[in-house]
């Protein structure tokens, strides 16, 4: 039987350029190499947002990831999946004023809770444009906000809310949603009830913050900034309550397991690393080409008959 | 036999496998010669350009069952290089009834409705016929239809089962027909032979406000229409008074920005008819059809705000007609009424038009309007039998008064 087996195997069918005689071996024990995303890159496996070509404040439609990466389809993250489907507010990241001159003023329509994410959504109006920030701790509607670009000699006095410039506020304001590079939209400082402290001036043109961590980080002084808290204090105090509700969170279950090393129970107490200075990275643009190879490196026995 | 000999032979091609998985991903190098072949002005080539075989491929027409639809973009036979900012049936305004004021350069002199609308007491008798309109349209029709999701924001995961019964257009328009019924058959012959009252009409007004391009396009859901005009409601003068600020927002927030559009100039009744004045308009707000761009709840004011830019839009198209299309100040005010209305709460309207100078002329427009007014508490089967609690005869009382009106 097995001798006739690879016999069977021996014979191809030929039509054009196609042989069929792969379809004969075993398709069952048959390996594909698939590669993974590395996690932890600032990507999210837990739903894609579609975003239109143009800023919208409709809130879009999205898509649960489940824990899996969209592109190989396989699992990469435990413990995602499932929960309440939200709509994703879109959130203006780059807060831009004028870099000389008065600021411009925006007011603030509405504070809406958003699915999406612990910190709440604040809908600020100004000419005929409407765009999402977050949300400080006592923002409420009617407030009027200020964004400018302008380093004055003097610190500025800022009010919550308002954008600046890191280099522009004084010593000790707590701020939040920080650029890390100039011109980049504030990516740092986005969870409820967070925020930053502007620690000292450092040579260069830089500001040291430290942030929600205890670690300090040294950006450039044109980096924007909000000032404030951000809201929805209570979150982190706040129990979850119970399992069916994290569930609704999009969590699944966890094992339950004390994992002493993993770092998850709480971290070692140690000196804290030393300050990081944020400087922009020349960016690589030399191509990387990925190489194939059809056939097999060695001709044992198996792939004799195989192929 | 021992077998670990063979299962710890090492197998030199999966070796080889899993090295070029790391090392066949290569950077290339940067060797410098692209760069001196364009010094000595050499074309360089890609060398995926010069090996991809060229195909021509021709274009077929298939001949389908209907013709594609036209893209939206510049080739659109409507496309225009000048945005149009539009209002219609199912928009809002941000800032509601006060943005509305800026855009139609309308004040509102009063709180309330203006004296001359007076209410009239029904008896015992005509308030059970009323009470009986109400059930009939929001509980006893025999529509069975879908009706929207229900969803309850404290326990979101929970679906509720999907509910059948009567849509709200249907019980918006059973319950005005029947309430004008009743108005109609409480009022004199003489009256009543000068209204007719048509369901669906469009109006559309075009203008020009501070270099924007602005049109409403909205609909009547049932207009009652007259022999006479309505007559002015104040000579007032209007000039001192102020309209409201909304800065740092442009009243033209939230107005649907398109390139793609027709302008129209439409009042849907020709003045050659007999009965072609307004008089009344009916609203119907759907939360369902009608909402927020960014999907919130539609506020108190924005509801009000809907009202006076439908009164406006009815009596400017009119105006237009009547006067022709360069009239700034109008010889004689129109006056309009609204009534919007859920099935549950109304809202009533009055709207002068003075001018259609909307650039800050010095005469305003005027507006009247009462609160949110709720026609009952619950309307519904309560274990199984017909209930209608909280009653309001408020409602009607306004109804007879705005349809008496003259």
Same mark, same amino acid.
């Given at each position: 039987?097995?001798?006739?087996?690879?016999?069977?195997?021996?014979?191809?069918?030929?039509?054009?350029?196609?042989?069929?005689?792969?379809?004969?071996?075993?398709?069952?024990?048959?390996?594909?190499?698939?590669?993974?995303?590395?996690?932890?890159?600032?990507?999210?496996?837990?739903?894609?947002?579609?975003?239109?070509?143009?800023?919208?404040?409709?809130?879009?439609?999205?898509?649960?990831?489940?824990?899996?990466?969209?592109?190989?389809?396989?699992?990469?993250?435990?413990?995602?999946?499932?929960?309440?489907?939200?709509?994703?507010?879109?959130?203006?990241?780059?807060?831009?004023?004028?870099?000389?001159?008065?600021?411009?003023?925006?007011?603030?329509?509405?504070?809406?809770?958003?699915?999406?994410?612990?910190?709440?959504?604040?809908?600020?109006?100004?000419?005929?444009?409407?765009?999402?920030?977050?949300?400080?701790?006592?923002?409420?509607?009617?407030?009027?906000?200020?964004?400018?670009?302008?380093?004055?000699?003097?610190?500025?006095?800022?009010?919550?809310?308002?954008?600046?410039?890191?280099?522009?506020?004084?010593?000790?304001?707590?701020?939040?949603?920080?650029?890390?590079?100039?011109?980049?939209?504030?990516?740092?400082?986005?969870?409820?009830?967070?925020?930053?402290?502007?620690?000292?001036?450092?040579?260069?043109?830089?500001?040291?913050?430290?942030?929600?961590?205890?670690?300090?980080?040294?950006?450039?002084?044109?980096?924007?900034?909000?000032?404030?808290?951000?809201?929805?204090?209570?979150?982190?105090?706040?129990?979850?309550?119970?399992?069916?509700?994290?569930?609704?969170?999009?969590?699944?279950?966890?094992?339950?397991?004390?994992?002493?090393?993993?770092?998850?129970?709480?971290?070692?107490?140690?000196?804290?690393?030393?300050?990081?200075?944020?400087?922009?990275?020349?960016?690589?643009?030399?191509?990387?080409?990925?190489?194939?190879?059809?056939?097999?490196?060695?001709?044992?026995?198996?792939?004799?008959?195989?192929? | 036999?021992?077998?670990?000999?063979?299962?710890?032979?090492?197998?030199?091609?999966?070796?080889?496998?899993?090295?070029?998985?790391?090392?066949?991903?290569?950077?290339?190098?940067?060797?410098?010669?692209?760069?001196?072949?364009?010094?000595?002005?050499?074309?360089?080539?890609?060398?995926?350009?010069?090996?991809?075989?060229?195909?021509?491929?021709?274009?077929?027409?298939?001949?389908?069952?209907?013709?594609?639809?036209?893209?939206?973009?510049?080739?659109?036979?409507?496309?225009?290089?000048?945005?149009?900012?539009?209002? +219609?049936? $199912?928009?809002?305004?941000?800032? /509601? #009834?006060? &943005?509305?004021?800026?855009?139609?350069? %309308?004040?509102? !002199?009063?709180?309330?409705?203006?004296?001359?609308?007076?209410?009239?007491?029904?008896?015992?008798?005509?308030?059970?016929?009323?009470?009986?309109?109400?059930?009939?349209?929001?509980?006893?029709?025999?529509?069975?239809?879908?009706?929207?999701?229900?969803?309850?924001?404290?326990?979101?995961?929970?679906?509720?089962?999907?509910?059948?019964?009567?849509?709200?257009? +249907?019980? $918006?328009?059973?319950?005005?027909? /029947? #309430?004008? &019924?009743?108005?109609?058959?409480?009022? %004199?012959?003489? !009256?009543?032979?000068?209204?007719?009252?048509?369901?669906?009409?469009?109006?559309?007004?075009?203008?020009?406000?501070?270099?924007?391009?602005?049109?409403?396009?909205?609909?009547?859901?049932?207009?009652?229409?007259?022999?006479?005009?309505?007559?002015?409601?104040?000579?007032?003068?209007?000039?001192?008074?102020?309209?409201?600020?909304?800065?740092?927002?442009?009243?033209?927030?939230?107005?649907?920005?398109?390139?793609?559009?027709?302008?129209?100039?439409?009042?849907?009744?020709?003045?050659?008819?007999?009965?072609?004045?307004?008089?009344?308009?009916?609203?119907?707000?759907?939360?369902?059809?009608?909402?927020?761009?960014?999907?919130?709840?539609?506020?108190?004011?924005?509801?009000?705000?809907?009202?006076?830019?439908?009164?406006?839009?009815?009596?400017?198209?009119?105006?237009?007609?009547?006067?022709?299309?360069?009239?700034?100040?109008?010889?004689?005010?129109?006056?309009?009424?609204?009534?919007?209305?859920?099935?549950?709460?109304?809202?009533?309207?009055?709207?002068?038009?003075?001018?259609?100078?909307?650039?800050?002329?010095?005469?305003?427009?005027?507006?009247?309007?009462?609160?949110?007014?709720?026609?009952?508490?619950?309307?519904?089967?309560?274990?199984?039998?017909?209930?209608?609690?909280?009653?309001?005869?408020?409602?009607?009382?306004?109804?007879?008064?705005?349809?008496?009106?003259?």
């Amino acid at each position: 039987m097995n001798c006739l087996t690879k016999e069977f195997a021996k014979l191809t069918f030929r039509c054009g350029q196609y042989p069929f005689s792969k379809i004969l071996g075993g398709v069952r024990y048959k390996i594909r190499y698939v590669e993974k995303p590395q996690i932890g890159n600032g990507k999210s496996f837990r739903r894609i947002v579609h975003y239109p070509t143009d800023y919208t404040v409709k809130p879009l439609n999205v898509t649960n990831l489940g824990g899996r990466d969209p592109k190989s389809g396989r699992l990469v993250v435990k413990g995602i999946g499932g929960g309440i489907k939200h709509k994703y507010h879109w959130i203006d990241w780059k807060r831009v004023g004028p870099s000389e001159g008065p600021p411009q003023v925006e007011r603030v329509i509405k504070i809406i809770k958003d699915g999406c994410r612990t910190a709440f959504v604040a809908l600020v109006a100004y000419e005929d444009k409407l765009k999402y920030i977050l949300a400080t701790e006592n923002m409420k509607a009617g407030d009027l906000i200020r964004t400018s670009c302008y380093i004055p000699r003097i610190p500025v006095r800022p009010n919550e809310g308002d954008a600046y410039p890191l280099g522009a506020l004084p010593v000790g304001t707590q701020v939040h949603c920080v650029e890390m590079y100039p011109g980049m939209g504030g990516n740092l400082i986005h969870a409820a009830g967070t925020y930053a402290t502007i620690v000292r001036k450092a040579p260069d043109n830089h500001v040291v913050i430290t942030m929600p961590s205890k670690r300090e980080f040294s950006l450039p002084a044109t980096c924007m900034c909000t000032v404030g808290r951000l809201s929805n204090v209570e979150h982190s105090s706040t129990p979850i309550g119970s399992a069916q509700k994290n569930r609704e969170l999009g969590n699944r279950p966890r094992s339950g397991l004390w994992q002493r090393k993993k770092g998850i129970h709480g971290r070692k107490l140690r000196k804290p690393p030393p300050l990081r200075t944020i400087k922009a990275l020349e960016k690589d643009n030399t191509e990387t080409i990925v190489l194939t190879c059809d056939r097999p490196f060695v001709k044992t026995l198996y792939t004799q008959f195989r192929y | 036999m021992k077998k670990s000999v063979v299962l710890f032979r090492q197998h030199i091609g999966w070796h080889f496998t899993k090295h070029w998985r790391v090392q066949g991903k290569r950077k290339l190098l940067e060797t410098g010669a692209e760069k001196a072949l364009k010094e000595k002005q050499l074309p360089v080539y890609q060398a995926e350009d010069i090996l991809k075989e060229e195909r021509q491929y021709e274009r077929i027409q298939v001949i389908g069952y209907k013709d594609k639809p036209v893209p939206l973009d510049e080739n659109h036979p409507n496309w225009h290089n000048r945005p149009l900012l539009s209002y +219609r049936d $199912n928009n809002v305004l941000l800032e /509601g #009834l006060t &943005q509305a004021k800026i855009l139609t350069n %309308t004040v509102q !002199l009063k709180d309330g409705l203006p004296e001359r609308i007076s209410l009239k007491n029904f008896t015992d008798g005509e308030n059970n016929h009323i009470k009986s309109i109400i059930l009939q349209s929001h509980v006893f029709d025999a529509e069975q239809k879908k009706l929207p999701k229900i969803k309850d924001p404290e326990r979101p995961a929970w679906n509720f089962p999907r509910s059948y019964g009567i849509t709200q257009k +249907r019980r $918006n328009q059973l319950v005005i027909s /029947g #309430l004008m &019924q009743l108005v109609e058959s409480l009022s %004199t012959q003489d !009256l009543v032979k000068d209204r007719v009252i048509l369901n669906d009409l469009i109006f559309s007004y075009p203008f020009l406000k501070y270099d924007d391009l602005i049109q409403f396009q909205l609909t009547g859901d049932a207009v009652v229409l007259s022999s006479k005009p309505l007559s002015p409601i104040t000579i007032e003068p209007t000039e001192g008074i102020a309209l409201e600020d909304i800065t740092p927002i442009k009243p033209t927030i939230t107005l649907n920005i398109d390139n793609i559009y027709e302008i129209k100039e439409i009042y849907p009744i020709k003045s050659y008819v007999k009965k072609s004045h307004p008089h009344t308009v009916f609203i119907n707000f759907d939360k369902e059809e009608v909402q927020n761009i960014y999907e919130e709840e539609i506020t108190h004011t924005q509801i009000f705000g809907r009202s006076l830019l439908k009164a406006f839009t009815v009596s400017a198209s009119y105006a237009r007609q009547m006067y022709g299309k360069d009239v700034k100040l109008l010889p004689k005010p129109v006056t309009v009424q609204s009534v919007q209305t859920d099935g549950h709460f109304y809202h009533f309207g009055i709207f002068q038009l003075n001018t259609l100078d909307l650039e800050g002329g010095e005469t305003k427009n005027i507006w009247y309007q009462t609160p949110l007014l709720n026609l009952f508490h619950n309307c519904s089967y309560k274990v199984g039998k017909p209930v209608l609690e909280g009653y309001n005869e408020e409602v009607v009382k306004h109804l007879y008064a705005f349809y008496n009106n003259n």
